[in-house]
């Protein structure tokens, strides 16, 4: 890619570090000159609903979410240089975190219905039930569904999901040292497992169904996903899926040149 900037992308996430460095090392590894722009609100999903419905109600279309995010900001700096931007993308990155009981997943329906497009209204995405569900697999059993499984006692806070991803080892906990190869497969992992939870289909053998990855992360349907996993969690199951590493299905090219050079040269994490 050359260094002219098409996109200015904002991202606006819950938290003020681990998703900052996952975003800044994503757009880093894949070689990314587009602007963009990382603003962390500092609260939950549950939280951010519950303001936007006190000041819009469900009216989302009335929302002008650059503007109610700059509210949120206690740096007015930071409220000033988000208002005086502007973006070709929007989105919304959040942990579904299911053990607050506050949450209100009606209105977290509305919600994902709606920022269903980053160039229009933005695009939300959830992971389940947090960020660090991107390293929650094993490259040797990712291809069943029990390898996403959560307990319930994790669900619920009982346990910390953190400790519980710990199980699988340390090789991807540094976020510095996670190349674009690496991504990719991370991303495919995820893909498929997105794709099973809303086809209810089974996983592919192959690597073929996936030589367009991008295609396949962008027709992935973040409302039926999210309806699945609320399903699950009524019947104390729960599947870990990392949907904010979709956000670079909007840079396809680069996202399947990179995969195509990982799967065929073995780069990356060896998939089986």
């Keep these: 890619m050359n260094n002219a900037s098409v996109k200015n992308v904002l991202l606006i996430v819950e938290g003020a570090k681990r998703e900052p460095q996952l975003m800044e090392r994503m757009f880093d590894s894949f070689s990314?000159?587009?602007?963009?722009?990382?603003?962390?609100?500092?609260?939950?999903?549950?939280?951010?609903?519950?303001?936007?419905?006190?000041?819009?109600g469900c009216d989302f279309e009335a929302v002008d979410l650059r503007s109610f995010v700059a509210e949120l900001l206690p740096d007015k700096d930071?409220?000033?240089?988000?208002?005086?931007s502007s973006f070709t993308d929007t989105l919304p990155i959040f942990d579904l975190d299911p053990q607050d009981n506050r949450h209100d997943f009606?209105?977290?329906?509305?919600?994902?219905?709606?920022?269903?497009?980053?160039?229009?209204?933005?695009?939300?995405?959830?992971?389940?039930?947090?960020?660090?569900?991107?390293?929650?697999?094993?490259?040797?059993k990712?291809?069943?569904?029990?390898?996403?499984?959560?307990?319930?006692?994790?669900?619920?806070?009982?346990?910390?999901y953190k400790d519980w991803v710990a199980r699988r080892g340390d090789s991807l906990a540094d976020i510095g040292r996670i190349d674009g190869f690496t991504f990719a497969c991370i991303i495919a992992v995820h893909a498929l497992r997105s794709l099973w939870l809303t086809n209810e289909q089974v996983m592919p053998i192959a690597n073929e169904p996936l030589a367009d990855l991008a295609a396949t992360v962008a027709g992935i349907n973040h409302s039926e996903l999210l309806l699945n996993e609320i399903d699950r969690l009524n019947n104390d199951s729960f599947c870990a899926c990392c949907t904010c590493l979709f956000f670079i299905a909007n840079w396809p090219k680069r996202l399947n040149d990179v995969w195509n050079k990982a799967i065929k040269r073995g780069l990356g994490i060896r998939l089986v």
């Design 78 to 84: 930071d409220a000033t240089e988000l208002l005086e």
């Design 142 to 160: 990712y291809r069943s569904l029990d390898d996403a499984l959560v307990p319930s006692n994790v669900i619920f806070g009982q346990r910390s």
């Design 32 to 56: 990314l000159a587009d602007d963009h722009q990382i603003v962390h609100v500092e609260i939950n999903v549950h939280d951010f609903l519950d303001k936007l419905f006190q000041e819009y």
């Design 106 to 140: 009606k209105r977290l329906e509305l919600m994902q219905d709606y920022y269903c497009d980053s160039t229009d209204m933005g695009q939300l995405y959830l992971s389940y039930p947090s960020v660090e569900a991107y390293r929650d697999f094993d490259p040797l």
